[in-house]
């Protein structure tokens, strides 16, 4: 099993749809837990981090399950500005582990 | 505040050559990652540093990959020689605090993309 397994994409939506991103890992003693965001050709930008009690920022809500080792990303009215490579991270005593990617196309 | 800095930005060498990346991470930041991220592929963690020392080198080729952190700023990764597999970009990163501290931001440089011909 890999460190970090993510739903293998690409996502097609149209603007203004809800979106969702699964991610599972492995390690059941990994400490923190984030989203990073990678537009084409760019570096990883940090997204949001992502906490026990699930945490919202504008239209972007995380959520942790350490029972089933599960992070999930929802992204709701989406925009074309949305289209990116979204990474799953996860950090056990000191590294970080990245995720294949989940790409999203968001189209008019 | 400035960003991490990495260069060159791009570079081609055929293969069995050797080529060297340096990186200056944000300043004051203890933890420093070099990544390798092959096309469809998410970051692979090649070495981290804590200051200048070493935290993790466990998924580095060590048998062509060196790098280091001299004084604990600057790192140059190196490889010698290139194979045709090594093609990716090559990320470094820099984290505020150490490797105990839990959510710490990974702040990532442009990266420098490698073809090896």
Same mark, same amino acid.
């Given at each position: 099993r890999k460190e970090v397994e993510q739903d293998p994409g690409p996502f097609n939506?149209?603007?203004?749809?809800t979106v969702a991103f699964n991610c599972t890992y492995s390690n059941s003693a990994s400490?923190?837990?984030?989203?990073?965001? &990678?537009?084409? $050709?760019?570096e990883p930008k940090l997204l949001m981090s992502v906490y026990s009690s699930g945490n919202e920022d504008g239209r972007?809500?995380? &959520?942790?399950? $350490?029972a089933s080792q599960y992070i999930s990303l929802l992204i709701r009215d989406s925009k074309l500005s949305d289209s990116a490579t979204y990474l799953c991270v996860v950090k056990g005593y000191s590294t970080l582990t990245f995720g294949k990617g989940t790409m999203l196309l968001v189209s008019p | 505040e400035a960003g991490v800095a990495q260069s060159p930005r791009y570079k081609i060498i055929e293969k069995r050559q050797s080529v060297a990346f340096w990186c200056n991470p944000?300043?004051?930041?203890?933890?420093?990652y070099w990544y390798q991220q092959i096309l469809g592929q998410g970051p692979k963690l090649l070495i981290q540093f804590q200051n200048n020392g070493v935290v993790d080198d466990s998924q580095l080729p060590k048998d062509r990959f060196s790098a280091e952190r001299l004084k604990g700023v600057d790192s140059t990764l190196k490889i010698q020689p290139a194979k045709l597999e090594d093609s990716a970009v090559y990320l470094c990163a820099s984290s505020r605090f150490g490797v105990r501290a839990v959510n710490t931001?990974?702040?990532?440089?442009?990266?420098?993309?490698?073809?090896?011909?």
């Open positions: 939506v149209p603007e203004g749809a400490q923190s837990f984030f989203w990073y965001r &990678q537009d084409c $050709r760019k972007f809500t995380a &959520q942790l399950n $350490r | 944000i300043s004051g930041h203890a933890t420093l931001e990974a702040f990532f440089g442009q990266g420098t993309r490698l073809t090896v011909v």
